[in-house]
């Protein structure tokens, strides 16, 4: 499974920012896609994820209703909606797939930076 993230830049608080992830490869077998971030000097975190088959979707206590995923199977692509930013926002945003609900992530992107400048 290959993975290709798009849509990082620079924003300022307050604003919003659309990712885009495109899967290839074995596409069929993935079961979840889920995008994590990572901030200068600290541990990668989980963001949010959506299971492919079903849309459910879990997203981490830290961005709850101002990151939304979704997903468009016919293009094996999900989307990270970031509303309402915040500087702590600030990252590289990764997307990430794994192939059985239990399964560690095991395909990462090559990640986007996000700023947000207050």
């Known amino acids: 499974v290959q993975l290709v993230e798009s849509g990082g830049g620079l924003v300022q608080a307050g604003g919003s920012l659309r990712l885009s992830c495109a899967a290839s490869?074995?596409?069929?077998?993935?079961?979840?896609m889920g995008w994590f971030r990572q901030a200068p000097g600290k541990e990668r975190e989980f963001v949010v994820q959506v299971a492919l088959s079903g849309g459910s979707t879990y997203t981490a206590d830290s961005v709850k209703g101002r990151f939304t995923i979704s997903r468009d199977n016919n293009k094996n692509t999900v989307y990270l909606q970031m509303n309402s930013l915040k500087p702590e926002d600030t990252a590289v945003y990764y997307c990430a797939a794994r192939l059985g609900r239990f399964s560690p992530y095991n395909y990462w992107g090559q990640g986007t930076q996000v700023t947000v400048s207050s």
């Open positions: 490869g074995r596409t069929l077998d993935i079961y979840n």
